[in-house]
Nanobody, 123 residues
């Protein structure tokens, strides 16, 4: 089970850190991803990280602003979001993929999903 938290209301230019805590099993061998979906838009992968944390993926719109990381000992994945923009407003979801070696932006490669945490960025 994956539990996402850390969302909230923040002004443009602000920061938030999302956490995704796993319970019931370890996801140390899985790659992990953060996805978001805004009203009326398709879900997109914001960032992903492989099992070791060495390889990451970022969608172009968040490069340089967001950082994905993981703490294997805590079975937790983080998404540090800086310089937030109103267009970052969305429900954010974490997910786990059995393909641990490569962080994939393709949602069909993920088979465990957490509930969403809402991020609202005001202008």
């Amino acid at each position: 089970q994956l539990q996402a938290s850390g969302g909230g209301l923040v002004q443009a230019g602000g920061s938030l850190r999302l956490s995704c805590a796993a319970s019931g099993r370890t996801f140390s061998a899985n790659s992990m991803g953060w996805f978001r979906q805004a009203p009326g838009k398709e879900r997109e992968c914001v960032a992903a990280i492989n099992w070791s944390g060495i390889s990451t993926y970022y969608v172009d719109s968040v490069k340089g602003r967001f950082t994905i990381s993981r703490d294997i000992s805590k079975n937790t994945v983080y998404l540090q979001m800086n310089s937030l923009k109103p267009e970052d407003t969305a429900a954010y979801y974490c997910a786990a993929s059995p393909y641990g070696g490569r962080p994939s932006p393709n949602s069909s490669n993920y088979n465990y999903w957490g509930q969403g945490t809402l991020v609202t960025v005001s202008s």
